[in-house]
């Protein structure tokens, strides 16, 4: 079955420092998000990527972050200057066709990031 | 107010059991709901959405949503070890340019031999 994969698995970097997460999204998938779940607290939407640009973002998604595909497979999270709240675990996912659509959106395993 | 309300658990139960896990929201936007299924340090894996009101049955899973009441349920049957994740309820709003699901904080469900 096709999956949505990610690394790394778990990054561990000094606060200030930055962050490059990278995805794979499913192959003939056209939408691309990025959801973070910090331990024990909910799911939280960061950004949705569609036809190279950003489609919606959340409020937690500020200048500190940014999204590219910088080519046809891969899809990065760029967190500039990392801070202590932004430990947690990023989600990558992908969907054929729009989320709001009730379209299955497929998760990747995460990245652990922890910013000590 | 929360926009998506869950009970965390941890809520147990033997094997074989009927599970009902619940939702409530307050947005009246959503029409798309979701249960996913969480293991330890995993991505959330779909089990079941729903558009609008209604029910929807899957196996042993049953999905039930109820707009008047902003109140959505999952009910696993025949409970299996196996099982035992956090479920987590998802809902979207429909129409062009929605594209986030909100989440609720999940139900920690263990089920016991």
Known sequence: EPEVTQTPSHQVTQM???????CVPISNHLYFYWYRQ???QKVEFLVSFYNNEISEKSEIFDDQFSVERP???NFTLKIRSTKLEDSAMYFC???ELTGSGGNTIYFGEGSWLTVV | QKEVEQD???LSVPEGAIVS???TYSNSAFQYFMWYRQYSRKGPELLMY???SGNKEDGRFTAQVDKSSKYISLFIRDSQPSDSATYLCAMSPSG???YQLTFGKGTKLSVIP
Do not use: K, M
């Open chain 1, 16 to 22: 200030g420092q930055e962050v490059i997460l990278r």
């Open chain 1, 38 to 40: 910090i331990l024990g």
């Open chain 1, 71 to 73: 080519d046809g497979s």
């Open chain 1, 93 to 95: 996912a992908s969907s």
């Open chain 2, 8 to 10: 965390p658990g941890p």
């Open chain 2, 21 to 23: 896990l619940n939702c």
């Open chain 2, 50 to 52: 729903t558009y609008s």
């Open chain 2, 96 to 98: 062009a340019g929605s």
